[in-house]
């Protein structure tokens, strides 16, 4: 890290006072950081010894700040706090004062505006800081003896005008001089003063020249600079480079200039210290001048990147670059010091002085406007769209159609094609439902069956015409087949209606589900079906997920239930759907049930017949707080599982956010079941209060219901089917304490998957991950918890080896951990994310404690604390849509903003992070 080295200069100290404020200054409140300050040498000026400390680093309060010293009004006072509380935690040295402030250069300061002066010193000076009063030229003599005669004021400084002679200037200088040798004597000289070679200091007193930079080109600031070193060559006297913040607002172009005047007087054998001129740009910080300044002067700077010109790599301005695919990344590179803003976002740049950013691009010409320090740039991009203008038709494979069933087609084309289906003889036109992404969007058409049959079994062939550019595409899809449903009677045997309540004394009231979106369990009004001509299909995975047919956002809906190995469910139509957010297709079945699953997760069967299932509870019991429920059943029939009531609410872009946890009983609904039987024994259960069956003749379905003793008190349930044919559920008791909670940390990514990349040659985020998860296993096991890592180094392990090593641990609580990426470098913050609702309560409480941690410890005091917390979010993440306990995903930190890698790199930070994850897992576990 280089240090700004500030050369020897030749300023006055005599008093003790002064001493007093040195030591002070040590002490004082780093602003500009410590590595600011380097210590300056005593030095001679015309026989006295003198501190070059009191104006290293110094501020300037001058009219037009944000501070006046005039007023009674409670704001005048407040504004006057703010600024004491704003200097003294800061690092300068010394503060300049203005009598602009009171009065104008044309009349005499008065005595109570003098008071007012003098009290203000009087303040500042106990903080140890060194205030100096700024007198023009004009003011009397008299003026100037009171303010020497003031122990709090360390000295003056002569502000003269251009039309002012070097020989008046040095005559005003040995008046003051004479008034109080042991103060400071300075002169401000403005820019391009003509007769600054003419001034001869040794005979006025003066210790150092304040010097001002006003040229609108940094050209024209280092000739100034120049004809100061000829004209104070040979001279005993320091010299102060005044560096104009103010001047910033008058043109963006002008930001960078104090920072070339910087870098230009550390070069100089002139500059001894700097004058930082004022107080409210500075505090402002228009155009991140004062923030690059600051930058320099801790770190320093390389020079060429820190002014590299506004570009975007491999583009030539005012060309059109020609983009090869749908979506393209480019990298803009600028001055790594200054914010770049890109379409009205700003971006900062790395060390390099570069970004990488993902643009979105339609189809046609695509502009983009970059700025930086006032200058623009427009980088232009074409997208000709090439290749198929039909890419997908969903379903892909044959539609079964039951009378009145509403049937859904989904086409992907080009985003601005006007998109038309044709099934048989009937015409529909498609309307848009996604943006557009990679030049095409998803279209969709819906129309329903005939309610009665016709003589043909098929209704018609799907053929999509797609009009792009003048010109007509088409494309075959398949055939709608129209399929009458079996009845009741021939389909399934009736079995005897009944339902067994307990601890109920009349039927229970069957809740809906309560949602903004009118969200239910559509398995519980939709009454499942068979089709002529269908097949079946088995669950060969251990899980296989399962989703609403037909939708769009078919990863968002968090009430479809995993579907346990050997689950049996017929089979009416097969579908191919674009995951817009994974970039890739899926295929899939859609079951008579009233959900699609992954064609990948089952095995197509001949159908069988079968008859009406009929369900019984073989036992049930309690052990370690665990509920177990066997049940009997004929044939292996799909189930649904769901809370009531629960609401969910649009946030962070997503539909299903949860609030509250708010559940007063689990349902599951078993299909194609027309008898049910048997007590389930709760007298023991910590967690629920009564159980009883409701038997649905007509939607021929089954519900076992279990409420609950306390709202939101659930936590998790597993299933399996045993070795005689039985479905055993597991319903988790309710944590009581830390200690020997079974917890599963989840390390992300690993081996071949190391995730997000942040600094160069820093580890990767799959080697930070590990590093951040063994010390929060280290935190919970000093608290008492049992901790598993699913990996214990850097090695592959798929998304469900995660899911199972969990359920294989008998997980009370699982956490994936991770680092936050994006293409973005200046973005940053922490997030928590859950799917299940009954997961939320747990994210919450880890989002609270690190949205505090990053707000009150990591960025405090700083802007970026106001939005460090990204959200407690719904997400389907693979890893969250567990069942058997609650589970969610955190970003501790984005790896990609050098900040806040730098901040995940230190040990120290990590432990912090354990810290608060513990503290939000017990807080859950005590709710």
């Not at 999509?464 to 129209?482: F, M, N, R």
């Not at 200046?826 to 299940?836: E, I, L, M, P």
Request: hydrophobic share 35%; glycine share 6%; aromatic share 10%.
């Amino acid at each position: 890290m280089k240090k700004t080295e500030i050369k020897k200069g030749n300023l006055v100290f005599v008093s003790i006072c002064a001493v007093i404020l040195i030591l002070s200054v040590v002490l004082a409140v780093t602003y500009l950081g410590s590595e600011n300050s380097a210590s300056l040498p005593d030095s001679t000026a015309n026989g006295k010894t003198v501190s070059a400390k009191p104006i290293e680093n110094a501020v300037r309060l001058c009219e037009g700040s944000d501070f006046s010293l005039s007023g009674s009004s409670a704001e005048s006072t407040e504004s006057r706090d703010n600024v004491m509380r704003y200097l003294e935690a800061s690092d300068f040295a010394s503060v300049f004062v203005s009598t602009k402030l009171l009065s104008s250069a044309e009349k005499k300061v008065s005595d109570k505006e003098l008071k007012k002066i003098f009290a203000f010193s009087e303040k500042l000076a106990k903080t140890g800081k060194s205030v100096i009063l700024e007198i023009d030229y004009s003011h009397d003599v008299t003026v100037a003896e009171k303010v020497l005669e003031n122990k709090y004021i360390a000295g003056i400084v002569l502000v003269v005008t251009e039309e002012k002679t070097a020989s008046q200037i040095e005559k005003k200088l040995s008046a003051f001089s004479r008034i109080n040798e042991k103060k400071q004597l300075a002169v401000r000289i403005p820019f391009d003063y003509k007769e600054i070679e003419k001034l001869n200091f040794d005979k006025t007193g003066c210790s150092f020249a304040l010097l001002t930079f006003d040229g609108k080109t940094s050209e024209e600031n280092e000739k100034w600079l120049s004809k100061l070193e000829k004209a104070f060559k040979g001279k005993n006297v320091s010299v102060c480079a005044g560096l104009r913040f103010d001047k910033c607002s008058e043109k963006a172009a002008f930001a960078e200039i104090p920072l070339r005047i910087a870098l230009a007087c550390d070069k100089s054998a002139l500059v001894s210290s700097r004058l930082f001129y004022n107080l409210r740009d500075i505090r402002t910080d228009e155009n991140g001048c004062f923030s690059a300044v600051n930058e320099y002067l801790k770190n320093g700077t390389d020079e060429e990147k820190a002014f590299l010109s506004l570009g975007v790599e491999g583009y030539e301005e005012g060309t059109v670059a020609k983009a090869n695919d749908y979506k393209t990344q480019i990298t803009v590179f600028g001055s790594y010091l200054f914010p770049v803003v890109f379409d009205g976002e700003e971006i900062e740049l790395d060390k390099e002085g570069k970004a990488t950013l993902e643009l979105s691009l339609r189809t046609g010409e695509n502009s983009f406007v970059l700025t930086q320090c006032g200058r623009s740039l427009t980088y232009k991009v074409r997208v000709d769209f090439e290749g198929e203008v039909i890419r997908e038709i969903s379903p892909a494979s044959a539609v079964y159609a039951s009378p009145g069933k509403k049937v859904k087609i989904i086409v992907r084309a080009a985003a601005t094609a006007a998109v038309t289906v044709k099934v048989g003889a009937s015409r529909y036109e498609a309307s848009p439902v996604t943006g557009e992404k990679d030049g095409c969007r998803n279209f969709s058409v819906q129309f329903k069956a005939p309610k009665s049959k016709i003589e043909i079994d098929s209704i018609g062939k799907i053929t999509v015409l797609a009009s792009y550019k003048g010109e007509t595409h088409s494309k075959e899809g398949p055939v709608v087949i129209y399929a009458d449903s079996l009845s009741a009677e021939s389909a399934v045997s009736p079995g005897k209606n009944v339902t067994i309540q307990n601890n109920l004394s009349s039927p229970p009231i069957n809740d809906a589900t309560t949602v903004i979106h009118s969200l239910t369990d559509p398995a519980q009004h939709t009454a499942p079906q068979q089709y002529v001509g269908s097949q079946m299909c088995i669950v060969t995975s251990a899980f296989a997920d399962t989703w609403p047919t037909l939708t769009e956002d078919d990863s968002y809906v968090p009430y479809y239930t995993p579907l346990v190995r050997g689950t049996v469910d017929y089979v009416t139509g097969q579908s191919r759907i674009y995951d817009s957010e994974e970039e890739t297709t899926r295929d899939f079945f859609d079951l008579a049930s009233g959900r699609r699953v992954l064609t990948k997760d089952v095995m197509l069967i001949p159908q069988t017949s079968r008859s009406a299932n009929k369900m019984s509870v073989v036992s049930s019991y309690i052990s370690s707080g665990e509920l177990t429920i066997k049940l009997s059943t004929d044939w292996e029939v799909p189930y649904s599982f769901s809370f009531g009531p629960q609401e969910y609410y649009t946030a962070y872009s997503k539909k299903y956010n949860v609030s509250d946890f708010t559940a007063d009983y689990i349902q599951f609904t078993f299909y194609y079941t027309t008898y049910a039987d048997g007590m389930v024994n709760i007298a023991d259960s910590e967690v629920f209060s009564s159980a009883y069956w409701d038997v649905n003749a007509a939607n021929r379905t089954a519900t076992l219901t279990l409420r609950l003793k306390k709202s939101g008190g659930y936590y998790g349930y597993s299933v399996e089917r045993n070795n005689e044919g039985q479905i055993v559920f597991r319903f988790r008791g309710e944590p009581l304490t830390l200690s020997g909670t079974k917890i599963v940390l989840d390390p992300g990514h690993g081996g071949s998957d190391g995730g997000a990349q942040g600094l160069s040659g820093a580890l990767n985020e799959s080697q930070l991950n590990f590093a951040l998860s063994v010390a929060i296993k280290n935190e919970l096991e000093r608290r008492g918890a049992t901790v598993y890592l699913t990996r214990t180094g850097d090695n592959d392990i798929t998304l469900e080896e995660r899911k199972t090593f969990a359920r294989l641990n008998n997980a009370d609580v699982f956490i994936s951990v991770h680092c936050n990426g994006s293409v973005n470098t200046s973005k940053r913050g922490t997030s928590v994310y859950y799917f299940r609702p009954f997961s939320e309560p747990l994210a919450d409480a880890i989002y609270q404690r690190m949205k505090s941690l990053f707000q009150n410890d990591f960025c405090a005091g700083t802007q970026a604390s106001e939005n460090i917390g990204l959200g407690n979010i719904f997400h389907p993440f693979s890893v969250t849509r567990l069942e058997e306990c609650p589970s969610v995903l955190i970003e501790t930190g984005f790896i990609t903003n050098e900040e806040e890698c730098r901040l995940l790199l230190d040990s120290a930070n990590r432990e912090k992070i354990a810290a608060a994850v513990a503290g939000g897992v017990e807080e859950y576990i005590a709710r």
